[in-house]
């Protein structure tokens, strides 16, 4: 008899601390997991090191630990795993589904229509490079047609890849990992079988739904929970200048993202200990909004986004 196990896993980038919004995407992907009997995995996507930065990583850890969250097993860096990315590429040039790219930036610019998330590819080295042209970069042959994610909390989402996105890029011409690629790769490998991850990131899951079909791998279920904007609407992020959060506020922060998940804690639940113990006694999918949270000024501690 085998037993269905849940996966799960919370995936930071280490170009900025941790702040509520991620924090938010920590706590739901950790306590669905949890609820579902589940283990949880904890991922460092560090693979673009111009945009990291220093320390970045081992804060969040810590910041991670100090909240009470307990992952299983070591923490995976993706920059230790190019070699799984490479055998994952070197698959889909063998199988027709990679192939190389010699446009600048700047030629795609004057080339290609905006879609969904930047220039939609026009496809210029589909067949093959123009003479004389090395390839820099390596793109997915997207396939026409819709792709649909089932999302567990926003339903149906529907894109049409090659319209919208057009081939999307594995391997960047500056020699690093596409997110794309390395997130389907390390998933796959680490038997992930459940995603809980923000919002913003429901854009990208066509993409990735793509990867999955190309490498012959079954995709995980997905389930994009909201994200919190400031109050002009924009995304918390180290662009709109989202203060870190700290683990010395612990209890109040934890309080404030269970509240914003739509599991607002009683007021006795006064320590960590007993807020991950309501919790994990109380959390539901159903209960949490579809959002986008839009924080006013004040609305959280440590979140003072004047
Ligand atoms: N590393 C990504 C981020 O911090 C998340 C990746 C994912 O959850 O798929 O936005």
């Not at 390395?182 to 739904?209: F, N």
Request: neutral net charge.
């Amino acid at each position: 008899m085998s037993i269905a196990t849940y996966r799960g896993r919370f995936a930071p980038s280490p170009t900025g601390l941790l702040h509520a919004g991620s924090l938010s995407t920590a706590v739901g992907s950790y306590l669905e997991a949890r609820c579902r009997g589940g283990q949880w995995l904890l991922r460092m996507e560090d693979l673009d090191p111009p945009r990291e930065v220093p320390g970045a990583a081992a804060d969040i850890l810590r910041t991670l630990e100090a909240f009470g969250f307990e992952w299983d097993g070591e923490v995976v860096y993706q920059s230790r795993r190019h070699d799984l990315y490479g055998d994952a590429l070197r698959q889909l040039i063998a199988s027709g589904h990679a192939y190389a790219c010699c446009c600048t930036r700047k030629e795609i610019a004057a080339a290609a229509q905006r879609g969904l998330d930047g220039y939609v590819y026009p496809g210029t080295c589909r067949n093959g490079c123009p003479d004389g042209r090395a390839g820099r970069a390596w793109r997915l042959r997207v396939t026409p047609g819709e792709s649909v994610v089932r999302d567990r909390l926003q339903g149906e989402h529907r894109q049409n890849l090659a319209r919208d996105i057009g081939d999307f890029v594995l391997l960047r011409a500056d020699g690093f990992w596409a997110y794309q690629l390395a997130v389907v790769v390390d998933d796959a490998e680490q038997g992930v079988t459940d995603i809980v991850r923000g919002a913003d990131l429901l854009v990208s899951t066509p993409r990735q739904l793509a990867v999955y079909a190309a490498l012959g791998l079954p995709a995980p279920t997905y389930c994009h929970l909201p994200v919190l904007t400031n109050e002009a609407g924009e995304k918390l992020s180290k662009q709109t200048l989202a203060p870190a959060i700290s683990g010395a506020d612990a209890a109040r922060q934890l309080r404030a993202a269970l509240t914003l998940l739509g599991h607002a804690p009683p007021a006795e639940c006064g320590d960590l200990a007993e807020l991950w113990r309501w919790a994990l006694a109380s959390w539901s999918l159903a209960s949490v909004p579809l959002g986008p949270l839009r924080l006013r000024v004040g609305s959280l501690p440590g979140v003072g986004l004047a």
